[in-house]
């Protein structure tokens, strides 16, 4: 089972912050908080991880809250392009392949 | 670089018929996956190989074989196709561990439908 939970679906303005929030409330401490994207059925796409600090890249930032039991992947500016279903996973540092992946949130960009 | 790459697309196949799904990155990859995706769902790991020669079995390994000869390959065997391998299905690969703080590329995927 999935170790993060997450709205099924949200919608956002075109052209406004998107904020899709993920709890992980049993998350241990040498698991990261990653963040991935699926367009259409295409294959997953990377946006960021973090583990401690909030972070930032070209695509997103990601905000882990102290405790570190949620996180909140935001996109800037968000455009007709971002609609995709969005996917929080939390996974131990030293795992293999144990990237457990839930249904994750659909996230619509409006007009 | 082409990244991942997947063939067939698409494909058909009768109950009991066997088939290979073909899997090549470019990017010199130590870490590859295969995944199965059905309707609505998350993806789930069918096997995983960490190099040339070394496989292991991840959360839905039964019905599903494969082998790891080359770095670039990585190949899916469905011996006797059921309804219930109808799915997409999704290759992936990553320069290190991926739980480890590293990216997971996928290729565009393969969908298979079993009558």
């Known amino acids: 089972d999935a170790k993060t939970t997450q709205p099924t679906s949200m919608d956002c303005a075109e052209g406004r912050a998107a904020n899709l929030p993920c709890n992980h409330s049993t998350i241990s401490g040498n698991e990261y908080v990653y963040w991935y994207r699926q367009i259409h059925s295409q294959g997953p796409q990377y946006i960021i991880h973090g583990l401690k600090n909030n972070e930032t890249n070209e695509m997103a930032s990601l905000i882990i809250t102290e405790d570190r039991k949620s996180s909140t992947l935001i996109l800037p500016h968000a455009t007709l392009r971002d609609t995709a279903v969005y996917y929080c996973i939390v996974s131990p540092w030293d795992s293999n392949y144990q990237l457990i992946w839930g249904a994750g949130t659909k996230l619509i960009i409006k007009p | 670089n082409a990244g991942v790459t997947q063939t067939p697309k698409f494909r058909i196949l009768k109950i009991g018929q066997s088939m290979t799904l073909q899997c090549t990155q470019d990017?010199?990859?130590?870490?590859m996956y295969w995944y199965r995706q059905d309707p609505g769902m998350g993806l789930k790991l069918i096997y995983y190989s960490v190099g040339a020669g070394i496989t292991d079995k991840g959360e839905v390994p039964n019905g599903y074989n494969v082998s790891r000869s080359t770095t670039e390959d990585f190949p899916l065997r469905l011996e006797l196709a059921a309804p219930s391998q109808t799915s997409v299905y999704f290759c992936?690969?990553?320069?290190?561990?991926?739980?480890?703080?590293?990216?997971?590329?996928f290729g565009p995927g393969t969908r298979l439908l079993v009558l």
């Open positions: 990017m010199n990859h130590n870490y």
């Open positions: 992936a690969s990553s320069k290190g561990l991926a739980g480890g703080g590293e990216t997971q590329y």
